[in-house]
């Protein structure tokens, strides 16, 4: 009784937050294997970097729960929920921090990773526009940001864990089916996700297609053609 239930989040956000997931794993892994794995390594990045471009893009035309400024922290917000003020739904202040920090950190990864080099035998689809130095630089960026990355996402693990277990808040399964249980009685306040529809997920779309061809260098003019020397006899 006095249960109510809301549509938090859309499927364009859950298919994203769970592909990311899985592409995210796939990256690591495939990484840390390197050899042949190091060509699929770079595909991902590049898949990566579409689901990059889709939620920026769905953070500010899509649904009212997945745009940014329904949930981008300010300090009132902070201490509205530092002190158990805060009756939103979604991400919480402090979840918000995580979410920013992670798109930011896979930014960087995706943004170093189209330029990068391991010196053997694979180059990222957009290392020959810059200088060798410069891709070396953001190789060791690429390599050493990948830990930050890592320690993050455990964080947002634990943190999760604890608002199962200590909260009694379960993150994940409003992730999975676009509902969301709040009590009213409780203090608990929010509506359902309105905007978002078909025109702005093909909006969103589009630009994540057209950042993963700018990523993939397919526009980048093929070198000309070599002739090889005629023999004198």
Same mark, same amino acid.
Request: proline share 4%.
């Given at each position: 009784m006095g249960v109510k239930r809301i549509k938090l989040w859309d499927l364009p956000t859950r298919l994203f937050h769970w592909l990311l997931v899985i592409l995210i794993v796939s990256a690591v892994v495939t990484g840390k294997i390197g050899g042949g794995a190091i060509e699929w390594h770079g595909r991902i990045g590049l898949a990566i970097l579409g689901l990059l471009a889709f939620r920026l893009a769905w953070g500010i035309i899509g649904s009212s729960h997945a745009r940014f400024a329904s949930f981008f922290p300010t300090p009132a917000s902070v201490r509205a929920y530092l002190s158990g003020q805060w009756r *939103?739904? *979604?991400?919480?202040? #402090? $979840?918000?921090? =995580?979410?920013f920090g992670l798109l930011a950190l896979i930014a960087v990864q995706v943004g170093t $990773?189209?330029?990068s080099n391991d010196d053997?035998?694979? %180059? *990222?689809p957009l290392y020959g526009v810059i200088s060798k130095a410069l891709s070396? /630089? #953001?190789t060791g960026i690429h390599e050493f =940001?990948? %830990?930050? !990355?890592?320690?993050?996402?455990v964080l947002h693990l634990a943190a999760i864990v604890f608002y199962v277990h200590v909260k009694k808040d379960n993150l994940v399964k409003p992730m !999975?089916?676009?509902? /969301?249980?709040?009590?009213?009685? /409780? $203090?608990?306040? $929010?509506? =359902?996700? /309105? *905007?978002?529809g078909a025109i702005a997920f093909i909006v969103a779309l !589009?630009?994540?297609l057209a950042a993963v061809y700018g990523g993939s260098g397919a526009w980048i003019p093929a070198p000309p053609a070599t002739s090889s020397p005629t023999p004198a006899w």
């Open positions: *939103g739904v *979604g991400h919480n202040p #402090l $979840g918000a921090f =995580s979410v $990773g189209i330029f053997i035998a694979f %180059n *990222g070396d /630089k #953001l =940001s990948i %830990n930050i !990355l890592i320690a993050l996402i !999975l089916t676009g509902w /969301k249980d709040i009590e009213p009685a /409780k $203090g608990e306040a $929010g509506e =359902s996700a /309105k *905007g978002g !589009l630009i994540a």
